[in-house]
């Protein structure tokens, strides 16, 4: 029979020897150090080895309590705030950050603020961040102090229609549907313009063809003879081809809801992210991003410049990883430390077809091990600028994993608004969100009735 036996470092290190626990820490037993090290809080000296063994494993819950119970000063206000935000405490947090005094930690301070239900002292923080803020990074402050405002009624909040007018504004100034239907007499000579602007929205020119032959034959079947009477005809003739397009998107449910994002390179994919793990933070969910895009350069520090404008949290490894990994680890975080919401991102190197499709279906089936009934959505990201191009980027991906639903991002970028039409007609997949705007909130529901309304009025 045989005994394990200690080596007399580490019955060294049981009886509080500090050079003892520093070599079990340098052999990668730390569990093994935070195990002893836990007998001696009352030293001063290891208690102070445990509190950075706490905070390098990210232990936060325990460090809280060796600076609650032991010693405060065990801690910097960057890490006492960082622990108070970890383990819930807001406000206290939040004065933390406003101690270190710099542009990001005082909107930091401020967005704790206003998670906690104190939106004017959050406001005061805000401006104070704004003041200090670098001009490249303004724009993040300046939503943050418009959404407080929004919350205080000091300005009026633009409701769904109003962001729809402005993302619409570039495709209405550019084809002018309105001028159209002022009063001229319909003759081929209308009907053939009207092909021209819809193709020039990039509705498609199947489409396109197919709406104006419907108008056509409804003019002559109602003997119409002015174009304003075709305006809500239009109206119903897009709609009918986009109305089985539109779908909410689901909601998190009890336990850890999963999104696993598509779409290639410079979609936009990164920025949606984002800006939904702003509304669902901005709701009261523990979100987690996940950086499973490591081949882009940059991607993983993109997805972070997110995750602190969002205040959702994040997991990464180095660039170059293996995604799939990233992901099993991520999960086994997420279910240890109680996230509500998971948001994967993925790569979109459409030039490697094939190593895409097989790296699509490891990180699907690693999500499947961890949980059965999971993605909550998988959402294919499309530029909507892109027109036929971007129905083409989704077919691959469809050939990867389900695709449960599509967001269009840069819909205010150009004069493609009508590139709705053709992505919905060929994919025949929901469309869940669309982007309206650079700003955080820009995200929106697509509704086809308004969506139309809004690009043919």
Same mark, same amino acid.
């Given at each position: 029979?045989?005994?394990?036996?200690?080596?007399?470092?580490?019955?060294?290190?049981?009886?509080?020897?500090?050079?003892?626990?520093?070599? =079990?820490?340098?052999?990668?037993?730390?569990?093994?150090?935070?195990?002893?090290?836990?007998?001696?809080?009352?030293?001063? /000296?290891?208690?102070? =080895?445990?509190?950075?063994?706490?905070?390098?494993?990210?232990?936060?819950?325990?460090?809280?309590?060796?600076?609650?119970?032991?010693?405060? /000063?065990?801690?910097?206000?960057?890490?006492?705030?960082?622990?108070?935000?970890?383990?819930?405490?807001?406000?206290?947090?939040?004065?933390?950050?406003?101690?270190?005094?710099?542009? /990001?930690?005082?909107?930091?301070?401020?967005?704790?603020?206003?998670?906690?239900?104190?939106?004017?002292?959050?406001? /005061?923080?805000?401006?104070?961040?704004?003041?200090?803020?670098?001009? =490249?990074?303004?724009?993040?402050?300046?939503?943050?102090?418009?959404?407080?405002?929004?919350?205080?009624?000091?300005?009026?909040?633009?409701?769904?229609?109003?962001?729809?007018?402005?993302?619409?504004?570039?495709?209405?100034?550019?084809?002018?549907?309105?001028?159209?239907?002022?009063?001229?007499?319909?003759?081929?000579?209308?009907?053939?313009?009207?092909?021209?602007?819809?193709?020039?929205?990039?509705?498609?020119?199947?489409?396109?063809?197919?709406?104006?032959?419907?108008?056509?034959?409804?003019?002559?079947?109602?003997?119409?003879?002015?174009?304003?009477?075709?305006?809500?005809?239009?109206?119903?003739?897009?709609?009918?081809?986009?109305?089985?397009?539109?779908?909410?998107?689901?909601?998190?449910?009890?336990?850890?809801?999963?999104?696993?994002?598509?779409?290639?390179?410079?979609?936009?994919?990164?920025?949606?992210?984002?800006?939904?793990?702003?509304?669902?933070?901005?709701?009261?969910?523990?979100?987690?991003?996940?950086?499973?895009?490591?081949?882009?350069?940059?991607?993983?520090?993109?997805?972070?410049?997110?995750?602190?404008?969002?205040?959702?949290?994040?997991?990464?490894?180095?660039?170059?990883?293996?995604?799939?990994?990233?992901?099993?680890?991520?999960?086994?975080?997420?279910?240890?430390?109680?996230?509500?919401v998971v948001l994967v991102d993925?790569?979109?190197?459409?030039?490697?077809?094939?190593? =895409?499709?097989?790296?699509?279906?490891?990180?699907?089936?690693?999500?499947?091990?961890?949980?059965?009934?999971?993605?909550?959505?998988?959402?294919?990201?499309?530029d909507a600028t892109i027109g036929?191009?971007?129905?083409?980027?989704?077919?691959?991906?469809?050939?990867?994993?389900?695709?449960?639903?599509?967001?269009?991002?840069?819909?205010?970028?150009?004069?493609?608004?009508?590139?709705?039409?053709?992505?919905?007609?060929?994919?025949?997949?929901?469309?869940?969100?669309?982007?309206?705007?650079?700003?955080?909130?820009?995200?929106?529901?697509?509704?086809?009735?308004?969506?139309?309304?809004?690009?043919?009025?």
């Amino acid at each position: 029979m045989f005994f394990w036996r200690k080596s007399e470092e580490e019955k060294l290190a049981e009886k509080g020897d500090k050079n003892a626990i520093l070599a =079990l820490i340098e052999k990668g037993k730390k569990d093994k150090a935070i195990e002893i090290l836990e007998r001696f809080k009352e030293n001063p /000296e290891l208690r102070g =080895l445990l509190f950075r063994l706490y905070m390098e494993e990210g232990k936060y819950y325990y460090a809280y309590q060796l600076i609650e119970h032991y010693d405060p /000063e065990l801690a910097t206000a960057k890490e006492k705030a960082l622990i108070y935000e970890r383990v819930g405490e807001l406000e206290k947090s939040a004065e933390e950050y406003a101690k270190l005094g710099d542009w /990001e930690s005082l909107k930091r301070a401020g967005l704790l603020l206003y998670q906690a239900k104190k939106p004017e002292r959050a406001l /005061e923080l805000l401006n104070r961040s704004l003041k200090l803020a670098p001009a =490249l990074r303004r724009q993040e402050v300046e939503e943050a102090i418009r959404r407080l405002q929004e919350d205080l009624g000091l300005v009026q909040k633009e409701s769904l229609l109003e962001k729809l007018r402005k993302g619409l504004k570039k495709t209405k100034e550019a084809v002018e549907f309105g001028i159209l239907f002022a009063g001229r007499r319909i003759d081929e000579e209308l009907f053939e313009e009207l092909e021209e602007k819809l193709i020039r929205a990039d509705v498609g020119a199947k489409s396109s063809l197919q709406i104006v032959e419907e108008l056509r034959k409804e003019a002559i079947r109602k003997n119409l003879k002015t174009s304003d009477q075709l305006s809500g005809l239009l109206k119903q003739a897009i709609l009918s081809q986009i109305s089985r397009c539109e779908a909410p998107l689901k909601e998190p449910h009890d336990g850890i809801s999963l999104y696993l994002f598509l779409g290639v390179n410079g979609s936009g994919k990164t920025t949606t992210i984002g800006k939904l793990a702003y509304r669902f933070v901005k709701e009261g969910k523990r979100v987690l991003l996940v950086a499973g895009d490591t081949f882009r350069s940059a991607a993983i520090e993109q997805l972070e410049v997110w995750a602190q404008r969002s205040g959702a949290d994040i997991f990464k490894k180095h660039e170059g990883a293996d995604p799939a990994s990233v992901v099993y680890e991520a999960l086994q975080k997420a279910i240890s430390e109680g996230y509500q919401v998971v948001l994967v991102d993925t790569a979109g190197r459409l030039h490697t077809k094939e190593p =895409l499709i097989r790296e699509l279906r490891k990180i699907r089936d690693v999500i499947k091990r961890f949980l059965p009934q999971e993605p909550t959505e998988t959402l294919l990201v499309l530029d909507a600028t892109i027109g036929q191009n971007s129905i083409q980027q989704a077919k691959v991906f469809k050939e990867a994993v389900e695709v449960s639903g599509l967001i269009l991002t840069k819909l205010d970028g150009s004069a493609k608004g009508g590139a709705v039409v053709p992505i919905c007609r060929e994919l025949g997949i929901p469309v869940k969100l669309i982007g309206v705007g650079e700003g955080i909130e820009d995200l929106q529901p697509f509704v086809a009735e308004a969506f139309i309304e809004e690009l043919i009025s």
